[in-house]
């Protein structure tokens, strides 16, 4: 689920292509190997530990679920399982699964692997109170025979079916080993289109077409998953990335607007590797600087709201991003009908500092650093800014200084991506920032902003607390009117946005890419997604 996805902030993400009512092209020639930039190497690829983008990149050519979306429409589609039925009140749900889908050991799939799949989430053992909110509304997996399987649910949250068709299967006889499993960082066994091959630490992933997959014989995938072979590589530095895109040595890369605009113009480009600049309707991601409330100088909202009104977003967007950025005015991208509509907050210095004499934040001593007493000790303001993408550091000199002329002292404190996510997880920081992706078109925000899940490896690893905000989440997942739900959520995330646990930062307008000139391609997106396994290398 991409919405569950932890998304390194890209802060990117010329002419724009909307290309709705596409289709694959069933005659898409097959084979080749496709060279893909993952932007990071994911610490693990286990399917029910790994919590970051990188590892679901690669997940989401190797593994499954009963059903996907489609690009275009966004309806459900079969894909483990073949046909399935929802009861009238809407808490059974039957999917019956194809009998030829084998996992890659060449084992069948069979309902046993679906419910122990679902059981795992719920195993202590497996540390995967990322997933748990999406699936605490089903009760039970009912195994009826080898290929059909029962969902209970126990509520009517609104996602029940959603969650269970995305389950992602995995064979019971390799992964109920608790032990063995946890290990498996650098092996990925499902049924999916494509076999880990190789993890290669520090260098690439490599996957290759899995013969036995379901799909090569279905006419419903003509066009999809066409190349032998996929390389993934973990280059994050943005230069050698561009170099080795120039030299026809990457065949997709991720573009930051400003690479877009100002390092595409060697020869190459054009020629040899073509960039993109793309419309479509998928939510897109928000990046931000999340305060850790389980700090004392964060936990007062004033402060919060001042340090979001110091950080300089509109000379960002003007400087750095050319303008085509909106500036993110709470936790759900700026078009989705869940938006409340908030004020996004404006770079005001005058503001920010009333505030923080409000919170009691004065530099009585004349240093230059505001202090406050604290516990009976003078506390002076200042905390590290955590960060793992150097690509943008110039964003965070910026505001280094614009806190500074107000009397904050941050550190800028740079981790490569493993190490920065194990503090993340930990709730071992100051501040950090980083982003989410665009999730579903019909968000649930539990995951991220709800207390239960302020725990060591839940998604809320800030602490962000709010007794108002857990009750409007609680009830608005179990309203099955979407019109009433959508009222309710727009409640939630205007509460959040009003507690300022983030300073968010911008939702792109488009989605910004390159690819070399050998890739085939039905269009530059999808509706909701750019669409890379429909590509092909041109004979």
Not at 50 to 56: A, K, L, Q, V
Not at 426 to 433: I, M, P, S
Not at 505 to 529: C, V
Request: charged share 30%; with cysteine; hydrophobic share 35%.
């Amino acid at each position: 689920m991409n919405m569950k996805a932890l998304l390194l902030l890209i802060l990117s993400s010329a002419l724009t292509a909307p290309a709705f009512a596409t289709a694959p092209n069933a005659s898409a020639p097959q084979g080749g190997n496709f060279v893909y930039n993952l932007g990071g190497e994911p610490p693990t690829v286990h399917p029910i530990t790994s919590t970051d983008i990188y590892s679901r990149y690669v997940q989401n050519y190797v593994c499954e679920g009963l059903l996907s979306r489609d690009s275009e429409t966004y309806d459900w589609k079969p894909r483990l399982a073949e046909k399935w039925e929802v009861s009238k009140d809407n808490k059974v749900f039957t999917f019956h699964l194809r009998k030829n889908a084998v996992f890659h050991d060449g084992k069948p799939v069979t309902a046993e692997d679906v419910k122990f799949s679902f059981d795992a989430i719920f195993n202590p053992v497996y540390e995967a109170a990322h997933l748990r909110p999406y699936y605490e509304g089903l009760a039970k997996v009912e195994v009826v025979d080898p290929h059909t399987v029962k969902f209970y649910a126990k509520d009517s949250y609104f996602k029940n079916f959603d969650s269970a068709a995305e389950l992602t299967v995995i064979p019971k006889d390799i992964y109920s080993d608790v032990n063995k499993s946890k290990k498996m960082n650098r092996e990925l066994i499902c049924a999916g289109p494509y076999k880990l091959m190789k993890f290669d630490r520090g260098q690439m992933i490599q996957l290759k077409k899995f013969d036995k997959w379901y799909g090569n014989t279905d006419p419903a995938f003509k066009g999809y998953f066409n190349f032998d072979t996929i390389t993934l590589r973990f280059f994050k530095d943005e230069n050698v990335t561009l170099v080795r895109a120039e030299k026809g040595e990457l065949d997709y890369i991720d573009l930051r607007i400003e690479s877009f605009m100002k390092k595409t113009s060697a020869p190459a480009w054009g020629k040899t590797i073509i960039k993109h600049k793309v419309a479509n309707d998928a939510p897109k991601s928000y990046g931000f600087v999340g305060w850790n409330q389980r700090k004392e100088i964060f936990q007062d909202k004033n402060v919060r709201i001042a340090l979001a009104h110091l950080l300089n977003r509109e000379e960002m967007n003007k400087k750095f991003r050319y303008g085509m950025s909106d500036l993110a005015n709470g936790a759900v991208y700026i078009k989705s009908e869940y938006n409340p509509g908030n004020k996004a907050i404006e770079y005001n210095p005058k503001k920010a500092q009333e505030l923080l004499s409000k919170a009691g934040w004065t530099d009585a001593d004349k240093n230059g650093v505001l202090e406050k007493t604290m516990n009976g000790k003078k506390v002076e303001f200042k905390f590290s800014l955590l960060y793992a993408n150097k690509d943008v550091e110039k964003y965070w000199t910026m505001y280094r200084e614009d806190l500074k002329k107000a009397g904050i002292d941050m550190e800028l404190k740079y981790l490569e991506w493993n190490s920065f996510l194990k503090l993340v997880d930990e709730g071992n920081f100051d501040a950090v920032t980083m982003g989410w992706g665009g999730g579903s078109v019909d968000p649930d925000p539990k995951q991220i902003w709800h207390s239960s899940n302020a725990i060591p490896g839940g998604s809320n690893f800030i602490a962000y607390k709010s007794p108002e905000v857990d009750k409007l989440i609680d009830d608005a997942r179990v309203e099955p009117n979407k019109a009433k739900r959508v009222a309710m959520l727009k409640k939630v995330y205007a509460k959040i946005a009003e507690d300022a646990p983030y300073a968010f930062l911008f939702n792109d307008k488009y989605e910004f890419y390159a690819n070399s000139s050998r890739m085939g391609m039905p269009a530059e997106t999808f509706k909701y997604e750019v669409g890379k396994d429909y590509w092909w290398v041109k004979p």
